[in-house]
């Protein structure tokens, strides 16, 4: 191990008098994030975790399914997710849309839990201001989930009916009771899409993930750049296995990553005011989250054939996966395809992830960021260590 | 640049390097094609070959940077490839380029370099004063090397190889873009390491080099290595005479008749300045030369002779100049 700490350290030590590291690592994503959570910080109202309010308007007042939705609706107001206010007609709950009184409604019809029990086509509406794609991607997700619910209660139902010969009407209601009976995972769902962290958190947050992508390339970048000194061809004729040096370098990525995360964080706490709560559980994500992106960055970069040619493949990958993993604006809720998209970025899940731990509940609450992360991790850094390894010679 | 070097352990085995059957291709481009030959403990010999030849990649399958598509390295009695370690510490490879990290003083290369080569604590910290020293960078030593001249450059080059007192030495075109100052320190520091005990394995495209430092030499072409011996040996294979050039007046014609009916001669003219004469070996001839011109009433007033080099070694066995 001796001979990769000291690769490392002769790196590191290059890098702090190169001085670029402090400029992508630090300085930068320190007056990104101070500059965005000025611009656009109203867009987050207050510093305390946003609570989307919508409107229900319910045209089938009484039947068992729309009631059903109120109810679910109304949990989520409980755990401090979204707040609701009911509105009389469709017509009310539009305006008090447009006049902002509420960020988006839902709007249920006449006869929607009858064509539900009869096998009709039935739908949800939701009533959204267009300049909000946020918080309508929020409202579609919610409807698209007990669009789900009950669609998985409808055929618990059916199973009822096939064994106890049930009418139509008490196969959906058996079956919703069966899906009630489960209610904390149909909250786990939409909990991620629902919170947010305030202005400066999101910001640095956004930040550290933005410029920690130019970081990561690090070990990379430095492999291609041994090789345009020469001095790989010195390391590879010294007693010192190729495969060390590959995982000097690597670690050389990991350690920078996490090294210019943690300093970030700790500024910008101090700096900006970001709010960075359970501290084990959040260090835990930027772990993942720099073996993802290292992993990533090394995929990508590791086609090239110069340093150079490596640089701007990884500014490429930085600014397409910052803006699609929702390190900017947040991205519409997972539904739409540019949401579904953004869940191949490691940003995405990192920002999730925070948003996860603003509500509370600890590692627990992380477990999916961390799994997705760590997979990322592991599959993107095994292909590029393999592809790396063509780098290896004079 | 005079300080000793110390010699290195005793080497047990009695080759230093044995090449056996070395062969290199990119795609369809043969660079080296089976070349085979040995370096005895405290040798110094010289590959040389014009630009092109394949003695880079020579030196760098040598070296274990390369791997070989066939044939065999083998480094005091071990086997070498890419991936064997303990073996790549007999060797001290130093690259034609310049092979430095620019940010780092010459003291922090030279130490982590020496950490690569497994030195450690005071040991390391007495060889890297010691190469300092040696390269004549000691007051140098805290300086980023960025800083440096190209001459200080090639000379910390060279000290980087020379750290762990390695049992062979490589030195691929080491003189290459140098300043004549440099040069002659470096051809120094070599002759210095061969006193000393330390194998040399010397690539250069320069003849007087080659002549001056080293007692064997290879000499390779198109990936081949065409001829081996010392200079002497080389120079009867292909059978390159010595030139005499004689001033001299007076019989000419005569002197010419009877010089050129001596056994050794080959050759015999007269030319403006006086005699020209081809023969094997002019040095036990030379007397026999002057006192048959003698005889034929001709005055010697002066004579010059024309070894062949390696040359017209080179001309002879390839049909061109070393440096085409």
């Known amino acids: 191990m001796r001979d990769i ?6 790196d590191l030590r290059q890098q702090v008098r190169d001085r670029t590291i402090f400029i992508f690592g630090l300085i930068a994503p320190l007056a990104i994030a101070a500059a965005l959570s000025l611009a656009f910080g109203s ?6 975790a946003v609570v989307f309010e919508f409107g229900i308007s319910n045209a089938d007042a009484g039947g068992p399914i729309s009631e059903a939705f109120s109810v679910a609706m109304a ?22 849309v447009e006049e902002n009184e509420v960020d988006a409604g839902f709007f249920i019809p006449d006869g929607f839990s009858q064509a539900i029990v009869e096998g009709s086509e039935a739908e949800v509406i939701v009533v959204a201001n267009p300049d909000g794609p946020v918080v309508a991607g929020v409202a579609t997700s919610i409807a698209k989930q007990f669009a789900l619910e009950v669609a998985s209660a409808s055929a618990a139902g059916a199973t009822l009916a096939i064994l106890g010969g049930l009418t139509p009407e008490q196969m959906v209601q058996a079956g919703l009771a069966a899906s009630q009976a489960n209610p904390p995972a149909r909250i786990a769902s939409l909990e991620a899409e629902i919170r947010q962290l305030d202005a400066p958190t999101f910001y640095s947050a956004g930040a550290a993930m933005f410029f920690m992508v130019f970081v990561v390339g690090t070990g990379l970048l430095s492999l291609l750049e041994e090789r345009r000194l020469h001095t790989l061809a010195r390391l590879l004729a010294s007693p010192i296995s190729p495969g060390r040096i590959l995982a000097a370098k690597f670690l050389l990525s990991f350690t920078v990553g996490t090294g210019s995360v943690g300093l970030f964080m700790l500024f910008s706490r101090f700096l900006l005011g970001a709010d960075w ?4 559980a959040t260090a835990l994500l930027v772990v993942a989250a720099v ?33 699609l993993g929702g390190t900017f604006f947040p991205v519409a809720g997972g539904d739409t395809f540019l949401g579904t998209l953004s869940l191949a970025t490691p940003h995405a899940w990192f920002m999730r992830g925070l948003g996860d731990l603003s509500g509370g509940g600890g590692l627990g609450v992380v477990a999916l960021p961390l799994v997705v992360l760590t997979g990322m991790a592991v599959l993107t850094l095994t292909i ?3 592809g790396a390894r063509r780098n290896m010679r004079p | 640049m005079n300080t000793p070097v110390t010699a290195p352990a005793p080497n047990r085995s009695p080759l230093v390097l044995q090449v056996e059957g070395l062969r290199k291709s990119y795609g369809e481009i043969q660079a080296v094609k089976g070349i085979s030959f040995e370096i005895a403990p405290g040798e110094n010999y010289g590959l040389l070959g014009p630009n092109g030849a394949g003695k880079t990649t020579t030196i760098q399958m040598i070296a274990g940077v390369l791997a070989a598509d066939g044939g065999r390295v083998t480094v005091c009695g071990e086997e070498l490839t890419t991936v064997t370690t303990s073996v790549k510490s007999h060797i001290g490879w130093v690259p034609q380029e310049v092979a430095l990290y620019d940010r780092l003083s010459a003291r922090e290369n030279l130490a982590f370099f020496g950490r690569m080569q497994g030195l450690s604590g005071k040991e390391l910290t007495k060889r890297v004063e010691e190469v300092l020293h040696l390269t004549a960078l000691s007051d140098r030593a805290g300086d980023k090397t960025i800083k440096f001249s190209g001459g200080m450059r090639r000379r910390l080059n060279i000290g ?20 004549v100052q440099s040069r002659a320190s470096i051809l120094d520091q070599v002759e210095e390491m061969t006193r000393h005990g330390m194998a040399v394995l010397y690539t250069t495209h320069y003849i007087e080099e080659v002549e001056r430092l080293c007692r064997r030499v290879g000499i390779i072409d198109h990936g081949e290595l065409i001829a081996e011996g010392t200079k002497t040996e080389l120079v009867k294979m292909v059978g390159e005479r010595d030139r005499v050039l004689v001033n001299a007046v007076g019989n000419l014609s005569e002197g010419v008749n009877r010089v050129g009916r001596l056994e050794g001669v080959h050759q015999a003219g007269v030319t403006t300045e006086g005699v020209e004469l081809l023969v094997d070996d002019a040095t036990p001839l030379l007397p026999r030369i002057f006192e048959t011109l003698t005889r034929s009433e001709v005055s010697v007033t002066g004579v010059h002779v024309e070894e062949p080099d390696l040359e017209a070694v080179f001309l002879h066995l390839t049909g061109r100049a070393l440096r085409d």
Not at chain 1, 5 to 10: D, E, G, M, P, T
Not at chain 1, 43 to 48: G, S
Not at chain 2, 162 to 177: K, M, R, S, W
């Open chain 1, 5 to 10: 700490a000291w690769i490392v350290l002769k």
């Open chain 1, 43 to 48: 867009f987050f109202q207050t510093d305390e």
């Open chain 1, 75 to 96: 949990e989520l107001e409980t755990e401090g997710l979204v707040g609701i206010t009911f509105h009389r007609d469709r017509f009310s709950l539009e305006r008090a």
């Open chain 1, 277 to 280: 709560v359970d501290l084990p």
């Open chain 1, 291 to 323: 073996g993802a992106s290292a992993g990533i960055v090394s995929l990508v970069a590791g086609w090239a054939r110069t340093a150079e040619q490596a640089q701007n493949f990884q500014s490429v990958v930085a600014v397409a996966m910052g803006i």
């Open chain 1, 384 to 386: 590029s260590v393999l």
């Open chain 2, 160 to 179: 980087i190889g020379l750290l762990h007192q390695p049992d062979l030495l490589i030195l691929d075109e080491p003189t290459v873009g140098v300043d």
